[in-house]
């Protein structure tokens, strides 16, 4: 079946500008998960989703980061006011209850 | 608080070797531990999980690994490396907060597989 779909595979931006990260979770899975891996690096926790509301929000670096998933599936990472330590590669998950957790191709992010 | 110390960050063997992968956790709970592997440009796959049955555990692609707690381990192993094993390992620790998936990863392990 279809796995973790995220799209762009590749975004390339200029500072300042906002972004738009998309994750389509499989089908069913109630937990989606956002990482962010930076260079050299394993993944970091960013955010939890348990249907439509952000169980855990604490891994968010800062208040220009932000996510949502209106309708259970569907979740957009959206980052305002880019800037070059958000370079990154951006990798979303999803799951059924606490099963493990299967991922996406990931998002690469760069911010000239 | 848990956390994962990959004690490696680069390994390499000749095909057809054994590959030791080492890892270490803390953590004040019996703990959920993973290894995933990440080959380039592609998302993370699930090798194997221990979840306090066995403590020698079996994974795809003829890894596995065992869960040693007197030495708080959880070493990845494989008898003979392939070409195609060549990848960024991880080791993953599964953090007990409010009942749901949170993972902590380890900084990773590149394995380079030589002819």
């Known amino acids: 079946g279809a796995g973790v779909s995220q799209t762009p595979s590749n975004k390339v931006t200029e500072k300042g500008k906002y972004v738009e990260l998309r994750c389509d979770p499989i089908?069913?899975?109630?937990?989606l998960y956002w990482y962010r891996q930076s260079l050299g690096q394993g993944p970091e926790f960013l955010i939890y989703f348990q249907g439509t509301g952000a169980a855990d929000d604490s891994g968010l670096p800062n208040d220009r980061f932000f996510a949502v998933r209106p309708e259970g599936s569907v979740s957009t990472l959206k980052i305002q006011r880019t800037e070059r330590g958000d370079s990154a590669v951006y990798l979303c998950?999803?799951?059924?209850?606490?099963?493990?957790?299967?991922f996406g191709d990931g998002t690469r992010l760069s911010i000239l | 608080a848990q956390s994962v110390t990959q004690l490696d960050s680069h390994v390499s063997v000749s095909e057809g070797t054994p590959v030791l992968l080492r890892c270490n956790y803390s953590s004040s709970y019996s703990p959920s531990l993973f290894w995933y592997v990440q080959h380039p440009n592609k998302g993370l796959q699930l090798l194997l999980k221990y979840t306090s049955a066995a403590t020698l555990v079996k994974g795809i692609n003829g890894f596995e690994a065992e869960f040693k707690k007197s030495e708080t381990s959880f070493h990845l192993t494989k008898p003979s490396a392939h070409m195609s094993d060549a990848a960024e390992y991880f080791c993953?620790?599964?953090?007990?907060?409010?009942?749901?998936?949170?993972?902590?990863f380890g900084a990773g392990t590149r394995l380079a597989v030589h002819p």
């Open positions: 993953v620790h599964r953090a007990h907060s409010g009942g749901y998936n949170k993972l902590i």
């Open positions: 089908s069913g899975h109630t937990a």
């Open positions: 998950a999803s799951s059924l209850s606490n099963q493990p957790q299967h």
